[in-house]
């Protein structure tokens, strides 16, 4: 009866939710993508969904029809039923039966895959024969980079579709960087929320996502790389504000030095860590935490003490003993430590020893443990020796040395977990953006910034240029006279120094080329006597070698002689353009102090 009843409710209420006729049934037209076959080692053909950008075989019953195909070259009518939709049609598009296409030329006409590809002399007569086509009316779209970046008319679009509603932002429109928003109901009348889905981009704090569910009030936090704490995933209540209050944090693997991948807070009062690839074979540490025992007196800041820490290795197959711990409590409740070795090969059961501690005040702690009652244990061996109270002592002694390391770790949890919910409070305070290496325009500081740096650059450009240009201005700079105060002979004196410095820059740089020409020549003369004396006892290396050099010199050689021989023509020209130049200039004219 009761399934009976939840199958009627069921039913009725798909009933009631059940979308009414659509007048435009089959009415409406829809764009996507075809890819036949042919090229890229694509075999056969199937759709591309333009609104997902997702693959489709091409009998899918998301179609109700094709009207018509269209590439950059042609048009094609289909001639062929859709009364089952997509799911029979044919797409040899040579077929006249099933395809008529619209431009009469064969130029456009795409090879067919049983044909032989043609050469590109026949392609190219082919495209001297092609159709042409009018102008388009349509001006050429342009769209700036502040549109293109904006994405969405305002900033923000709004689909709603079956029990959803999906909010699109562009990028650095939302303050915490929101971009994206998909809401789903559990009804039809969108009035119940179930889920909210939220991406970001762009979040100096990394995070990517956010999945709020207001039933259970429980949120869902995914980051990306980059973190100091190397957080991966976060999940809490929405007023879980308490360190103790129930969640799961992961992180990324192989990025902290203690190796943990996850840790998990109940509110029973334990905490649940995972680890991976530790040295020390740990993979899971459990810990239970009691309550603080009321006291008179003032308030302190007293930790809530730890009743217990489980932790479980992975088999070390080096060997048994400590190495092969399997499992060992920690009860610090009742000051017991119990272990857990693995099964040694060939036993089904394990080996198995516990602890008495002996008291902090005690000195039996100093020395070694005579009483068999502090020590007891199970051995799955009947034939072995019982251990030695001295190797129970230091075995116990290990113990309690992992247990205060156990109870740091511990404590360390608590206070990461307490500085990471006190910086996710700073971070959703501040909601800081990054902006992008190359989106320097949406900061007005660094887009200012770079204009004064460019109109810098161009200034000291132009600078450098005009004083490489000017031939006086060292002369002048010598003079250091003004140019309004210059006489006539000063004038020409300058002139005169100006040109016999050039001409002495001339000489200078033939003598330098005729001097490095020499030394090469030298160099090579020594090199070939060198080898005309020795030629018989030399290795094939060294013969290597000397070919090596005077190939390497006789090219420098052919360099300088072109360089010596350029500089010589050249001479001349550069010295009649200094001179005119100078006769032409107002400094030494004097047409600017007589103005």
Known sequence: MEREKLQRELEETNEREKEPPDPLFGMRVHAW?????????????????????????????????????????????NLQYCINGVRDLEYDLFNPAHWEFLLLRDALRTP??????????????????????????????????????????????????????????????????????????????????????????????????????????????????????????????????????????????????????????????????????????????????????????????????????????????????????????FDLADAKISVVFHARRGRVTAERREFAKPHPDDKARLVPILEEAAASGYSADVDELPPRMLDLYYMMKAQMDDEERAVAAVREAEDEIVELLNARTQEEAALDLEKALFDSDLVPQIRSDRKDLEAFIAAQSTRLVEKDKDPLGPFLARLNIPESEMSTPVRFKLRDECMQAFRQRLVDKANRLQKQFEEETEALQDRQHWYQQNYVGLTEEEEQEYLRFCHDTMFRLHVLELLLERHKQMAPAKHQTLERRLRSDPRITGQNADG
């Open 33 to 77: 993508v075809l890819v036949l076959p042919g090229e890229r080692d694509v075999t056969e053909p199937f759709f591309i969904e333009s609104t997902t950008g997702m693959g489709k075989g091409i009998r899918c019953g998301d179609y109700l029809g094709i009207e018509s195909l269209w590439n950059q070259t042609n048009y094609w009518i």
């Open 112 to 329: 067919h895959p049983d044909e032989l590809e043609t050469d590109l002399e026949e392609a190219v007569l082919d495209a001297d024969r092609l159709m042409e086509m009018p102008l388009s009316w349509v001006e050429r779209l342009q769209v700036s980079k502040e549109r293109y970046d904006e994405r969405f008319p305002c900033g923000r679009k709004v689909m709603r579709f079956y029990r959803s509603k999906l909010e699109q932002f562009s990028p650095y429109t939302m303050k915490d960087g929101l971009v994206r928003r998909l809401t789903v109901y559990s009804d039809f009348s969108c009035d119940t929320v179930e889920t909210i889905t939220e991406s970001y981009l762009h979040r100096a704090d990394r995070l990517i996502s956010r999945k709020i569910t207001p039933a259970t009030g429980w949120i869902e936090d995914k980051f990306q790389r980059g973190r100091d704490d190397a957080l991966q995933e976060h999940q809490y209540a929405v007023l879980g504000h308490n360190p103790e209050d129930r969640r799961v944090m992961r992180y990324f693997p192989k990025t902290r030095t203690d190796c943990l991948i996850a840790r998990t807070v109940g509110e029973g009062g334990f905490i649940e860590e995972d680890f991976q690839d530790r040295d020390d074979k740990l993979y899971r540490r459990v810990t239970e935490v009691g309550a603080i025992q009321k006291k008179f007196g003032p308030a302190g800041t007293t930790r809530k003490p730890l009743v217990s820490i489980t932790e479980r290795m992975h088999r070390n197959p080096r060997g048994d003993g400590d190495d092969g711990v399997s499992e060992r409590t």
